[in-house]
């Protein structure tokens, strides 16, 4: 899989891919509409943040590539590759209690906080992607 290099981009099967893990240099773009949002990209190798409606969704530090991100009534599937381990950010329902699989291994329960930011640790081979699955309880 290779970065975005549009930084963002809506895929043929309705998802929505971004980041670029690969930049030196910070990169951003926004208002990009999908789904009737407004959403908007920063990234590089260091960080990459995306923003709806002004609103927080997904940080990773250092900077990834997101593939395939698609929202469902209890969740979010998406793919995600870089160049070393990540910690990633997740906007979703505040105190609520998650089911979260990475490379389709149970990672247990994770509740988020008072401000719904839900925090994971993911161990990243560069070149290959990691499938990440967050479900509601």
Not at 33 to 58: C, P, Q, R, S, W
Not at 93 to 120: F, P, Q, R
Request: charged share 35%; glycine share 8%; net charge negative.
């Amino acid at each position: 899989m290779a970065a975005v290099k549009e930084l963002i981009r809506k895929e043929a099967d309705g998802t929505l891919s971004f980041g670029d893990y690969e930049l030196v240099a910070k990169s951003k773009k926004s208002d990009f509409e999908y789904e009737g949002d407004l959403y908007k990209i920063k990234t590089f190798a260091e960080i990459t943040k995306l923003e709806k409606n002004g609103m927080f969704v997904y940080e990773s530090v250092p900077g990834t590539t997101v593939t395939n991100m698609k929202y469902r009534e209890n969740g979010v599937d998406f793919f995600v590759e870089g160049k070393e381990d990540a910690q990633i950010t997740l906007e979703l329902e505040a105190e609520k209690e998650y089911i979260v699989s990475i490379d389709e291994k149970d990672s247990g329960v994770m509740k988020t906080n008072l401000g719904g930011k839900l925090n994971l640790s993911v161990e990243i081979n560069e070149g290959q992607s990691v499938k990440i699955a967050v479900e509601a309880k």
